[in-house]
């Protein structure tokens, strides 16, 4: 083996070996930050009653796969950012420079580990994301069709219905389905209110129309304007109250996210068609924002290994939202199916490649303004 084979394979272990573990400390450090605030998300939804406290962590481990295909992507390009940028503040790339390394060997370079990222943001994008949010969509299902009274606690006063009803129960039975001495308030609009006081109350649930019930027994309506004497009283044996579906952080904002890969390239409406374009997308971001990357990393030592860090976050940040409302432009029909993401994608390509050869092309106009003035 050549000396200068030698060399190459020294510094791709080098620069790899440095861009793999600053990724994986970044993605590690924005999955907690991502995390963090899904799990507060969750959190407020089972102090509404909209999940059961037992499921929080089990939604939180079949959401992980959908949270890691948007990190990784950002974490080995703010990894290419941080370990180039140090480099260029501490010389190294000017030693590497003088050993004859060009900037299109260190794209070359940069891109075998973006591969393999890539390569993991498919497996999560085509195969784990849809796996965990079926998996998801299955559990919220159990949650929707359970007792909301499971999250009901005796002598407390708590929201159910998405927190449209306040009730307060002396009792509930050990199979949470039944309550005794039940007190229930809810606001109609500004002004009117309604307040039942009942011996007992249960949930029903219609099952030919998905819908459910609190059904009280033996009590009292009031109706009428809080604050004046202006109230109606009437007394039942039965009365019922609609509770609309519950809805949560946890749910996925479109149907195809739970369908395969398979599905999806057999579906034919827009919102798969929306969807099988972005799990494209997800690996094809990885190596484009590689492209990116490599010439914002580029530092004066003078200036700061920081000076960049901001536009190339903003230039991220304008890709994925440019990719983001291309999705939901394909699957709203404002956006042609066979020009979909590719138009994002394309322009991004395009600037990737001029930073990488713009001082070729600055010396290339320097020559031609030369020779037409010479």
Same mark, same amino acid.
């Given at each position: 083996?050549?000396?200068?084979?030698?060399?190459?394979?020294?510094?791709?272990?080098?620069?790899?070996?440095?861009?793999?573990?600053?990724?994986?400390?970044?993605?590690?450090?924005?999955?907690?930050?991502?995390?963090?605030?899904?799990?507060?998300?969750?959190?407020?939804?089972?102090?509404?009653?909209? &999940?059961?406290?037992?499921?929080?962590?089990?939604?939180?481990?079949?959401?992980?796969?959908?949270?890691?295909?948007?990190?990784?992507?950002?974490?080995?390009?703010?990894?290419? &950012?941080?370990?180039?940028?140090?480099?260029?503040?501490?010389?190294?790339?000017?030693?590497?420079?003088?050993?004859?390394?060009?900037?299109?060997?260190?794209?070359?370079?940069?891109?075998?580990?973006?591969?393999? %990222?890539?390569?993991?943001?498919?497996?999560?994008?085509?195969?784990?994301?849809?796996?965990?949010?079926?998996?998801?969509?299955? %559990?919220?299902?159990?949650?929707?069709?359970?007792?909301?009274?499971?999250?009901?606690?005796?002598?407390?006063?708590?929201?159910?219905?998405?927190?449209?009803?306040?009730? !307060?129960?002396?009792?509930?039975?050990?199979?949470?389905?039944?309550?005794?001495?039940?007190?229930?308030?809810?606001?109609?609009?500004?002004?009117?209110?309604?307040?039942?006081?009942?011996?007992?109350?249960?949930?029903?649930?219609?099952?030919? !129309?998905?819908?459910?019930?609190?059904?009280?027994?033996?009590?009292?309506?009031?109706?009428?304007?809080?604050?004046?004497?202006?109230?109606?009283?009437?007394?039942?044996?039965?009365?019922? *109250?609609?509770?609309?579906?519950?809805?949560?952080?946890?749910?996925?904002?479109?149907?195809?996210?739970?369908?395969?890969?398979?599905?999806?390239?057999?579906?034919?409406?827009?919102?798969?068609?929306?969807?099988?374009?972005?799990?494209?997308?997800?690996?094809?971001?990885?190596?484009?924002?590689? &492209?990116?990357? %490599?010439?914002?990393?580029?530092?004066?030592? *003078?200036?700061?290994? !920081?000076?960049?860090?901001?536009?190339?976050?903003?230039? !991220?940040?304008?890709?994925?939202?440019?990719?983001?409302?291309?999705?939901?432009?394909?699957?709203?029909?404002?956006?042609?199916?066979?020009?979909?993401?590719?138009?994002?994608?394309?322009?991004?390509?395009?600037?990737?490649?001029?930073?990488?050869?713009?001082?070729?092309?600055?010396?290339?106009?320097?020559?031609?303004?030369?020779?037409?003035?010479?």
């Amino acid at each position: 083996m050549s000396n200068d084979r030698i060399i190459t394979l020294i510094i791709f272990r080098y620069l790899s070996r440095d861009l793999l573990i600053t990724s994986l400390a970044v993605s590690a450090i924005l999955l907690t930050i991502f995390l963090s605030g899904k799990f507060s998300d969750y959190l407020d939804d089972a102090a509404q009653g909209k &999940l059961a406290v037992d499921v929080l962590f089990t939604i939180i481990a079949y959401r992980m796969p959908n949270l890691l295909e948007l990190i990784l992507p950002l974490g080995f390009y703010l990894a290419i &950012l941080l370990a180039y940028g140090r480099m260029y503040i501490e010389s190294e790339m000017v030693v590497l420079s003088a050993t004859g390394m060009s900037q299109w060997q260190l794209v070359r370079i940069t891109l075998v580990p973006a591969a393999l %990222v890539a390569l993991v943001v498919a497996a999560f994008s085509f195969w784990l994301s849809p796996l965990g949010a079926q998996l998801t969509e299955q %559990v919220l299902a159990e949650q929707r069709n359970r007792s909301e009274f499971e999250s009901l606690q005796e002598g407390r006063f708590q929201a159910i219905g998405q927190g449209r009803i306040m009730t !307060y129960v002396e009792q509930v039975s050990d199979d949470n389905k039944r309550l005794e001495q039940v007190f229930v308030a809810q606001q109609d609009g500004q002004t009117n209110s309604t307040i039942v006081i009942a011996e007992t109350g249960e949930q029903a649930y219609v099952a030919d !129309y998905g819908q459910r019930y609190l059904v009280l027994h033996s009590g009292h309506l009031y109706e009428g304007h809080p604050g004046t004497s202006e109230f109606k009283i009437t007394k039942f044996d039965e009365w019922g *109250r609609y509770l609309p579906p519950t809805t949560s952080e946890a749910e996925f904002e479109s149907e195809a996210d739970a369908k395969t890969t398979t599905q999806l390239f057999a579906a034919s409406d827009l919102d798969s068609k929306a969807a099988l374009q972005w799990r494209i997308s997800m690996p094809l971001m990885v190596l484009i924002a590689t &492209l990116l990357a %490599v010439p914002l990393s580029k530092t004066n030592p *003078r200036q700061g290994r !920081y000076l960049k860090m901001l536009p190339a976050i903003l230039i !991220y940040i304008f890709y994925l939202a440019f990719l983001i409302n291309a999705r939901g432009a394909i699957a709203e029909g404002d956006l042609p199916v066979w020009l979909g993401v590719w138009v994002v994608h394309i322009p991004f390509l395009v600037i990737a490649l001029l930073m990488l050869n713009w001082q070729a092309l600055l010396q290339s106009r320097n020559k031609s303004v030369r020779a037409a003035h010479a």
